[in-house]
């Protein structure tokens, strides 16, 4: 069964460094997701992606990151001076068109620790 | 923007005892409402879910009961097994256009006593 790939699978930063995470989507699926999950807690929505341009993106989603889908494959997730309260599971998702009933599957997650 | 409420926020039932869970949500043009188990340091995992045309979906032990007017829906599993424990979430999303993103309930842990 085709599954959403994610790398690193554990990083750990120093306060302040960028960090670049990972994706690879299901090969046929147009719409691309990350979510956050700090310790414990719900997972939480930041950012969707169709058609090259972020669709929706929550007030988590600030300046501090953006996303990119650089080739065919691949979608990544920049956080660009990364901040201790960035310490979180960050989980990417995709799904096919929302029209077809917009099942999401997600990736086993990234863990982000930052020191 | 979308609310989901969930509740309980621990569950813990003997095995072969059911568990219920309910949520409740705050935008009434949600149409799209998923559940998904989460095991410890895993990815959440869809099991059911329900669009807004439907008022029930059964699932071998799973069910999910959907009532628009009150905007809630509720997950229900028969026969609970030790392997049932995990965290649940449901969530609810609009589906169409550019939309489509999920707002997730705060989970609720599930223990099944053998």
């Known amino acids: 069964e085709p599954e959403v790939t994610q790398t690193p699978s554990h990083q750990v930063t120093q306060m302040g460094q960028e960090v670049i995470l990972r994706c690879v989507p299901i090969?046929?699926?147009?719409?691309f997701y990350w979510y956050r999950q700090i310790l414990g807690q719900k997972v939480e929505f930041l950012v969707s992606f169709y058609n090259n341009e972020i669709s929706e993106k929550s007030e988590i989603f600030d300046d501090q990151f953006s996303v990119e889908r650089p080739d065919g494959s691949n979608f990544t997730l920049k956080i660009r001076s990364t901040k201790l309260e960035d310490s979180a599971m960050y989980f990417c998702?995709?799904?096919?068109?929302?029209?077809?009933?917009?099942?999401?599957?997600f990736g086993e997650g990234s863990w982000l620790t930052v020191v | 923007g979308e609310n989901v409420e969930q509740h309980p926020s621990t569950l813990s039932v003997q095995e072969g005892d059911s568990a219920v869970i309910k949520c409740t949500y705050s935008?009434?043009?949600?149409?799209?409402f998923p559940w998904y188990k989460q095991e410890l340091g895993k990815r959440p995992q869809l099991i059911i879910d329900?669009?807004?045309?439907?008022g029930e979906k059964k699932d071998q032990r799973i069910a999910v009961t959907l009532n628009k007017t009150a905007k809630h829906f509720s997950l229900h599993i028969t026969e609970t097994q030790p392997e049932d424990s995990a965290v649940y979430f449901c969530a609810a999303s609009i589906v169409g256009g550019s939309q489509g993103n999920l707002i997730f309930g705060k989970g609720t842990k599930l223990s099944v006593k053998p």
């Open positions: 090969s046929n699926h147009l719409y």
């Open positions: 329900i669009r807004s045309n439907v």
């Open positions: 935008d009434s043009a949600s149409n799209y």
């Open positions: 998702a995709s799904s096919e068109q929302p029209s077809s009933g917009n099942t999401i599957y």
